[in-house]
């Protein structure tokens, strides 16, 4: 048993990804299997590895975890990415629920129909820059400090920056009225951990194509 | 100020159900302010007391909460309810968000058509018996104790407990083959907190009706 955590997924993003980002920050190596078969998921199932059927499975001191969130939490826990106390835990979490919500759509969005494709669009577009981006815009200026809560780098920092780059994919110019977020968003990329997962090699994931959608369909049905 | 949480949703179960029961386990009197049409959501808004334009709110220790899971997440620590260390906040976690999941399924039943609503009816049968409850009914029984996490009651086993009730209301035969979960179900249904909140009179909502998902289609724009 190497120690570092071990995660189990498809070979993209989909709901792995904000664990994978999370750990990268937190400067914890981990390794990678990638589920590329229906079959693989059906023995991963059968073996009993799955507490409720799904990945992302991540196995980690000496528990099999499932559940994206209860996944994060702990690992937002352990690495001290979580607040100093009960309020600034309530604070990271309501940020990083609602940024969620808006990974969610992106995350659905390769797998709706085309003629949805663009309406879709719209919509992240809409609630990107309507209803979430000016939280935190407002946020980072009422304080004035670098990160989103406690003046210290938290779970909430490393979601945001996440989506604020995935939504830059389909949108590049999406935050030119919040140039709060725009400083935030540099000042985040620079830091010395997540730095390293922005380079190449690093286990960051593309942005999902149609190779990617394929197998998913077929791991998943 | 009243001290007491205030809860802002519509008058119905939706996703602030979850949280009137874990402040009814832990014995926190809380106050409701319902949203009965499209304006007094737009009041909200407008006065800019929803973090992301969403309900359920709860005002509460001077926040005003919003997004379902902070909130719980939030309850279940302040009153000693989500474990004694990481490990168990862990297990707590992956328990409730396998149930949240089963539940969310019966809340969106009532919103899709009739051809939809009878596929997806047997689908959370199906999960009911062959994903979620198997899981519980096995902890229990590795175990033996009356809890799901740590031999003390936690979030978990009121969420389960919730759910349980939940899915009995779909099928009242559900939990024939999980014995254990049906003592379980016994035990919690019995803690005082719970009992009463249980009881007719009390802050619990009943299932949907037709009135009130036309009502919340309004309120909402679905």
């Excluded at chain 1, 669009?121 to 990160?147: M, N, W």
Aim: proline residues 6%; positive net charge; glycine residues 6%.
């Amino acid at each position: 048993m190497s120690g570092k955590p071990r995660l189990t997924y498809c070979n993209g993003r989909g709901r792995m990804e904000p664990v994978r980002w999370l750990l990268a920050a937190a400067g914890v190596e981990f390794e990678e299997k990638f589920l590329e078969t229906r079959e693989q998921l059906l023995k991963l199932i059968k073996d009993g590895d799955l507490l409720f059927e799904q990945v992302p499975l991540v196995e980690i001191d000496g528990m099999k975890m499932v559940q994206t969130r209860a996944i994060l939490s702990y690992i937002a826990g352990k690495y001290n990415l979580y607040g100093k106390d009960l309020k600034e835990r309530a604070l990271i979490d309501m940020y990083v629920e609602g940024i969620t919500d808006l990974m969610q759509m992106i995350l659905m969005f390769p797998f709706s129909p085309p003629e949805a494709k663009e309406k879709n669009l719209a919509s992240i577009a809409e609630k990107a820059t309507k209803r979430y981006f000016p939280v935190f815009e407002k946020v980072l200026k009422q304080h004035g400090q670098d990160f989103l809560v406690g003046n210290r780098f938290s779970w909430a920092d490393v979601q945001l920056l996440e989506a604020i780059l995935a939504v830059e994919e389909k949108i590049p110019a999406v935050l030119s009225g919040f140039p709060q977020l725009q400083v935030f968003k540099t000042k985040m990329s620079n830091m010395p951990t997540i730095k390293k997962f922005l380079q190449p090699g690093s286990p960051r994931k593309p942005p999902p194509d149609e190779h990617y959608v394929a197998s998913v369909m077929a791991i998943f049905k | 100020m009243a001290g007491k949480p205030k809860l802002y949703y519509s008058n119905g179960r939706g996703k602030m159900e979850s949280i009137r029961w874990l402040l009814a386990a832990a014995g926190v009197e809380f106050e409701e302010q319902f949203i009965e049409t499209k304006e007094d959501l737009e009041k909200l808004r407008n006065d800019g007391v929803l973090l992301f334009q969403q309900v359920p709110m709860v005002e509460m220790d001077g926040m005003k909460m919003v997004q379902t899971r902070a909130i719980l997440s939030y309850l279940a620590a302040k009153y000693n309810l989500y474990g004694k260390d990481l490990k168990e906040r862990a297990w707590i976690d992956m328990y409730v968000e396998g149930t949240t999941d089963l539940m969310d399924m019966i809340m969106h039943l009532p919103f899709y058509s009739a051809e939809m609503k009878e596929k997806n009816l047997a689908l959370i049968i199906e999960r009911a018996r062959n994903r979620y409850f198997p899981v519980y009914e096995k902890a229990l029984k590795d175990h033996g104790h009356d809890y799901l996490v740590g031999n003390k009651l936690s979030w978990a086993d009121i969420h389960v407990l919730e759910a349980i009730l939940m899915v009995e209301e779909c099928k009242p035969d559900i939990l024939s083959a999980f014995p254990l979960l049906q003592a379980f179900k016994g035990r919690i249904s019995n803690i005082p907190t719970i009992k009463k909140f249980l009881q007719p009179g009390s802050q619990r909502k009943p299932p949907p009706d037709e009135k009130f998902i036309a009502k919340v289609k309004k309120i909402f724009n679905i």
